[in-house]
């Protein structure tokens, strides 16, 4: 056994011991008064980031796109986007993170372009244009799939012909089974590479690999249709491919988004020994509030904690975990496994970041999270940004399906806009000095880095805590009472070394076998032998 290799048998890796935060760069923070944040308001707030002790910023897509999705529909791989300034902006903006002793990566969307990138609009010309074979075209509609955002996955263009979107149609899928076309994914990651990005964090990178044979959906898995689209024939074999050609020829981290992938499957993404991705996003955890029908259903803690248990068990030493309960995607943490009340926002956000930087896996936090963010209140179809509520709101309301009641109801708990307002830096605001592109939460006024920086203290103490301990990067994880309905306890093991945390995720006091040994870290002054509301603490025992 080397240096090199933890005593429970481990391979030690940077992005194993790397703390990551990710900015949605649209609602960051905006530094020409336009109303869009942009990059060099990243540069602006930089220290503000720096001063977490994080080591790798996430970058959300900052290229240029028609933001049909935000910028999940890229238009052109190798423009920053117009709204988030130049090239030279980004350059600048690697360099300061560099600077600061940080790491940056970005987004790579590959799975899909927009419809206005010039692959596509070539394309779509004729039959017999060269990139026709660049999308995924049938002179018939092939089978029932359905886009993740609602609707047909088929679109029937000018030609005649339909071409596949597992999204929105304004987001083509690429063919990936054409050679040229994953020449130019890879062509576009060196482009970025070469200038010193750290690595990708991928999205959908499982639906690349298309069954081309086209069988309709299975019955059951017509509500959750990418379980299909997570496993085509031929993922594995692109991973790899991208793996040998471009990855393992720079020092990068790469997390899949595994939207669709199974507990099962998982190693087969990131075995290190298959030599395909990192790490991946598990969505077990953050669809816990789902149920079948991808609506909101009440969830206990129990169900909760025994994710962790599962995904643990179900990699080995060669795998490694990510650990996120909040992104782009996903509504407020506070509001959604915490309580966002007056009198209990700030505890359980203290909380939810002690879980984060506790627990085995990279951490990923989003941005506003350390200041404690909660949801909206939405009362209007009109105070929505997102096409996925766009969509929701014709096929459940529109179509006379849901009431009005039941679709806020709904949406207020599972919108994406929640993540997606702009910061409040201020009690004013303090995003912009123009017009946000989408209004700040009405509540900014009290909620805000300002009035939240005991949290985000916080989050720099357990992030300092973790960088000082293997044991809470490394150690073995153990759940010590997983039936208890509200206490999440676990142990965290390496070698002689061990910590315990015990978390009371709710309202009321709780009581629990408490060890005598101090506390290291906690998020109350005292320590009773009961555990207050929402009280985390993490013991070191002698
Ligand atoms: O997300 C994949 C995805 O399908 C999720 O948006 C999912 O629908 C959502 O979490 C439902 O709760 C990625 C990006 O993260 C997302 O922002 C993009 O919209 C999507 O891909 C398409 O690129
Ligand atoms: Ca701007």
Redesign the pocket.
């Known amino acids: 056994m080397t240096d090199d290799v933890t005593p429970n048998g481990y391979a030690k890796r940077w992005w194993k011991a790397a703390v990551v935060y990710q900015v949605y760069p649209r609602s960051f923070y905006d530094s020409n008064g336009d109303g869009i944040g942009d990059l060099r308001g990243i540069i602006e707030k930089l220290d503000h980031i720096k001063g977490l002790g994080v080591d790798v910023i996430w970058l959300s897509p900052h290229f240029d796109s028609p933001n049909a999705?935000?910028g999940?529909?890229i238009r052109d791989y190798r423009k920053v986007g117009a709204e988030f300034g130049t090239m030279q902006d980004f350059d600048d903006l690697l360099a300061a993170i560099k600077a600061a002793g940080m790491k940056l990566i970005i987004d790579l969307?590959v799975?899909?372009t927009s419809d206005e990138h010039q692959w596509f609009v070539e394309s779509r010309t004729s039959r017999d244009n060269p990139k026709r074979d660049y999308y995924i075209w049938s002179d018939h509609k092939p089978n029932d799939w359905t886009s993740?955002?609602g609707g047909p996955a088929w679109t029937k263009d000018a030609s005649g012909d339909w071409y596949l979107h597992l999204?929105d149609p304004k987001?083509p899928d690429l063919n990936w089974d054409n050679p040229a076309v994953r020449e130019g994914v890879y062509d576009l990651m060196r482009f970025w590479l070469d200038k010193g990005v750290d690595g990708f964090r991928m999205?959908?990178i499982p639906f690349i690999s298309k069954d081309k044979a086209f069988p309709n959906l299975p019955d059951d898995l017509r509500a959750k249709p990418?379980y299909v689209y997570a496993n085509g024939p031929k993922v594995h074999d692109y991973l790899h491919e991208m793996n040998r050609e471009v990855l393992s020829q720079y020092d990068v981290m790469t997390v899949g988004?595994a939207?669709g992938v199974t507990l099962e499957d998982t190693p087969k993404l990131i075995d290190e020994r298959r030599q395909e991705l990192n790490m991946i996003f598990q969505f077990a955890a953050?669809e816990v509030d789902?149920g079948p029908d991808?609506r909101w259903k009440p969830w206990t803690l129990p169900e909760f904690k025994a994710v962790f248990t599962r995904q643990d068990k179900a990699l080995d030493r060669h795998c490694w975990p990510t650990f996120f309960l909040s992104?782009?995607?996903?509504p407020r943490i506070v509001s959604r496994f915490g309580d966002d009340s007056p009198q209990w926002r700030e505890k359980s956000a203290m909380l939810l970041a002690t879980l984060t930087l506790t627990m085995k896996g990279t951490p990923f936090i989003y941005q506003g999270d350390e200041m404690g963010l909660t949801n909206r209140k939405f009362t209007d179809i009109a105070q929505f940004n997102d096409l996925?509520t766009k969509n929701a709101w014709e096929e459940e309301v529109v179509s006379g399906q849901w009431s009005t009641e039941a679709f806020f109801a709904n949406q207020n708990r599972?919108s994406?806009d929640h993540a997606r307002m702009p910061l409040p830096w201020t009690p004013e605001g303090g995003f912009t000095t123009g017009t946000p592109w989408f209004a700040l939460n009405p509540n900014h006024g009290a909620i805000n880095a300002e009035s939240g920086r005991a949290i985000y203290d916080h989050y720099a103490r357990l992030i300092a805590l973790r960088h000082a301990e293997p044991a809470l990067v490394y150690g073995d994880y153990e759940d010590i009472a997983p039936d208890h309905p509200q206490i999440f306890a676990y142990r965290r093991t390496l070698g002689e070394s061990a910590f315990l945390v015990v978390l009371n995720f709710s309202s009321q006091p709780a009581a629990f076998a408490l060890p005598e040994t101090p506390v290291r870290l906690g998020n109350y002054d005292s320590t009773s032998t009961d555990l207050r509301a929402w009280e985390a603490r993490i013991y070191r025992p002698g």
């Open positions: 999705d935000n999940y529909d969307v799975n899909h993740i955002f999204f987001q999205d959908v990418q988004e939207f953050v789902r991808g992104n782009h995607d996903n996925w599972v994406r």
